[in-house]
C-alpha cells in the first residue's frame, strides 16, 4: 500500500530558503565532486554560502584530515576552508577527546589521524603498554599492517576501546571496491569479541558532534547528499531536513522502495536547482 503514494517531489529551480535553516550540510563525494571533478553547481553554491556568510559545513567518511581534504579539493578547482569539512576522522578525534582523559591511543588508521591528535595523546607502540583505545582505518592504510592489526586486536582484547573512524564495509577505488573501515573494524571486533564505537555518517555520533562544533541544534539543520543511508538517514535520525541529489549513490527508484518516513524532504537532479 505503500508504494502507492507519491514519491517526494523532483524541484524545479530553487524554492528552497536557506534562511529557514541555522545551518546547511552538504555532503563531498557524489553531491560536491566525483573522482577528481566538481560536479554541476558545486562550486557556484560553496561560493554563494561564502558570499551570503552562511553557516555550512561540508562531510565525509573520509580517514583523512580536514586540512587534507581541502588541499584536495583545492586540486579541483574547490575552494574551501578546512575549517567548513568534518571528516569521519575529525569526528573521530572529537569522540576520543571528549571520552578520555590523557588517552592513550593504537593508531591503526592514517596520517590524519596522527596529525590530529599528536601532542593530544600519549601515542602506544608496543603490544605490552596500556591502551585505551584502537582506531581503525582501512586494511590497505600502512598503519595496518599485519603486525601492527595483531598488536591491535591483542589490546582489544585486554580492553582497549575499538574505535571504528566508519562502519562503510567498502569503498570505490580506481580498481573497484576495497575493503572498507568497517571490514577491518568487524575483523578485529570479531577476535577481540566486542561491540566497536563507529564515528562516520550515518551514526547519530557524527551529525551531534558536528552540530556541536557548529553551535547549532540537529533540528535547524538541513543536509543535502547523494546517499540515502549514510546522508539521509543519518540526517534523519537527528531531526535534520534532507535533500537528495541524484548525482551519486542512490537513484529516485531506491527512494520510492523506501517507507514515506524515511524518504527525502526533496528531491533535486543536480546542486544547479538550488542556484
Ligand atoms: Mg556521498
Known sequence: MLDNLPPPPTLPRVLIDFDLFDAVLLDLDGTIYHEEHPLPGAVEL??????????????????????????????????????????????????????????????????????????????????EDPCDAVICGVPLSVYATDERRRVAMLHVRRGARLIGICADRVYPSPRGLEFGVGALTAMIAYAANVQPVFCGKPEALFFDELCHRLDVAPGRCVLIGDNLESDIAGAKGVGMKTILTLGGVSSREDVERLPPAARPDWIIDDLTKLL
Not at 561564502?50 to 562531510?59: D, G, S, T
Open 46 to 127: 560553496v561560493r554563494r554560502f561564502e558570499a551570503q556568510r552562511r553557516k555550512y559545513a561540508c562531510l565525509t567518511n573520509s580517514t583523512s584530515s580536514p586540512d587534507r581534504i581541502a588541499a584536495r579539493l583545492q586540486r579541483m578547482g574547490i575552494a574551501l576552508d578546512a575549517h567548513h569539512i568534518y571528516t569521519a576522522a575529525a569526528a573521530t578525534v572529537d569522540y576520543v577527546l571528549q571520552t578520555f582523559t590523557n588517552p592513550r591511543i593504537f593508531n591503526l588508521a592514517t596520517e590524519g589521524i596522527h596529525e590530529m591528535l599528536d601532542g593530544k595523546v600519549q601515542w602506544i607502540e608496543g603490544e
